[in-house]
């Protein structure tokens, strides 16, 4: 297995959005775009696309990512994330081996794990060669409805293992901010951003948020 190269996520902090189950993938492209500006990286996750849609969608996507510099990663299949020269994968307990993933995405792939509510999972999965863990969920979730339920504690007893710590479920602008807090380093959103009349607003007041907490430790 190559071992990770950790520069790409190094210091990576922001709204992590991940794109809703769209069929259409002009519409889809057209809810993304006003969104990259305000993102520090984009999932694409679609679980109701067959495969040559999810293909489809996944190099369209790529394309604006790349015009924007806003690295893509690919929910659920690192082989999609390789065939599509995406930037990364992010893998949950289901999804294929951490191990097989790097091997196949090379050391310098975004690699993410869920690690629901366990900091045992996010200590095998960094060993495992992820690059980022991402907890969750953390408040009720239409898109994680029946998902264990994670409390800001394991963002803080996460702190030394050296990755970037997502946090997902059921966030919004208003209590980000609690998890930025906590130690969170990247939330990850979806009806939070794709469901709300403007997404481009919406992805800009999670944007603050994390502006915010940032003048708050460097006044």
């Known amino acids: 297995m190559p071992f990770p190269d950790r520069a790409r996520t190094r210091g990576a902090r922001g709204l992590y ?11 889809l492209l ?17 679980k109701a696309a067959d495969a040559a849609l999810r293909r489809e969608q996944a190099t369209a996507l790529l394309a604006r990512c790349r015009a924007h510099g806003v690295p893509l990663i690919v929910n659920d299949d690192w082989r999609l994330a390789a065939g599509c020269g995406a930037d990364g994968a992010h893998l949950g307990q289901d ?11 090379g050391p310098a792939a975004i690699l993410g794990a869920s690690c629901y509510d366990s900091l045992a999972l996010a200590r095998a999965a960094v060993a495992a060669g ?9 408040f009720p979730s239409a898109t994680k409805a029946a998902t264990r339920r ?18 997902i479920g059921g966030i919004t ?5 609690a998890l930025i807090a906590a130690g969170a380093d990247l939330v990850a959103v979806v009806n939070g951003v794709f469901g709300a009349p403007d997404p481009g607003a919406a992805a800009r007041a999670f944007q603050r948020a994390f502006d915010h907490a940032a003048a708050r430790r460097d006044p």
């Open 17 to 27: 959005a991940i794109t809703p189950d769209v069929a259409d993938t002009g519409r």
């Open 173 to 177: 602008a208003d209590n980000a901010p």
């Open 150 to 167: 994670a409390g800001p504690g394991l963002l803080r007893g996460a702190a030394d293992l050296g990755v970037p710590r997502v946090a």
């Open 130 to 138: 992820a690059d980022y863990v991402a907890f969750g969920a953390f």
């Open 30 to 46: 057209a809810l993304v775009e006003p969104v990259l500006p305000s993102t520090a990286w984009l999932q694409y996750r679609n």
């Open 95 to 105: 999804d294929g081996a951490l191990r097989d993933a790097r091997a196949a995405l």
